[in-house]
């Protein structure tokens, strides 16, 4: 939180995956001056543009963490993203890796994910960085992935809209990332009570931005950026990416769960 006042932010999102353990001692590490907003990135399923399901991630701002169905979802992604990483651990150790499943996921706190397993092979001298981890062994198409059931897209943002939550697509033409979710389920999406789209990401293209630029301002949803800053091991500076302050009154304006932390 420091680090984000030092970037000359005023507000600033927290979006673990999967999880809200992290919204407490975020607010309790809030600088003077600095405001929160508690969320939640989402991993979900969707239609591609080929037609085949492909992974979404959908930011979840300021919904209630108690409401009951977002509640049980989210404790169903932790356990099965436990028994994921301990499996993959597990054959990385079984093929001869200095790697022990225990200790990978009492690395992972909150929300376990490859990024523990990837710093754990990095420790281990196996790989010489996270991004060769990923390439190399984690990678979805790779020797050691073990698929996961995440949520259908039009489930989550429903239940988002239920606990009074706000729901943003983030990075959607992330085309580094793989495959793209089709524009016409983000119209559908739209219809049944999406609020954002993501659109100043990193992984954009300028091209792509003014595509879902247009798209958000055609369907009336709100336009988001951010840098998506995940400390270790992401390349980008934090508040390098940004949502205009009207795009955020917009959020707030449309969240009935929780409150933003600060003044
Ligand atoms: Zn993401």
Request: a negative charge; one cysteine or more; glycine letters at 10%.
């Amino acid at each position: 939180m420091g680090k984000a006042a030092a970037a000359g932010l005023d507000v600033v999102a927290i979006t673990d995956h999967d999880t809200t353990a992290g919204w407490d001692s975020a607010a309790a590490a809030l600088p003077p001056g600095l405001r929160l907003v508690r969320g939640m990135e989402m991993s979900c399923v969707g239609d591609g543009e080929d037609g085949a399901p492909v992974p979404v991630h959908l930011l979840a701002y300021l919904f209630d963490p108690n409401s009951a169905a977002f509640a049980a979802e989210r404790e169903r992604l932790r356990a099965e993203r436990v028994t994921r990483l301990r499996t993959m651990t597990e054959r990385m150790a079984a093929d001869g890796y200095a790697v022990d499943a225990d200790a990978v996921l009492a690395s992972a706190g909150g929300s376990a994910g490859r990024p523990h397993l990837a710093r754990a092979l990095v420790a281990a001298g196996v790989v010489d960085s996270v991004d060769e981890a990923f390439t190399r062994l984690l990678a979805h198409n790779g020797p050691y992935y073990v698929d996961k059931q995440d949520t259908p897209l039009d489930d989550a943002v429903r239940m988002v809209s239920a606990a009074g939550g706000v729901s943003v697509i983030a990075h959607a033409r992330a085309r580094t990332r793989g495959r793209l979710l089709a524009i016409e389920h983000i119209r559908r999406l739209a219809a049944i009570g999406l609020n954002g789209l993501e659109i100043d990401h990193p992984d954009h293209s300028a091209p792509d931005r003014e595509l879902l630029a247009e798209l958000a301002d055609s369907l009336g949803l709100i336009r988001t950026g951010s840098s998506d800053y995940h400390g270790r091991n992401k390349r980008v500076g934090l508040g390098e990416y940004h949502t205009a302050a009207g795009e955020f009154e917009r959020i707030t304006d449309c969240a009935s769960g929780a409150a933003v932390v600060g003044k």
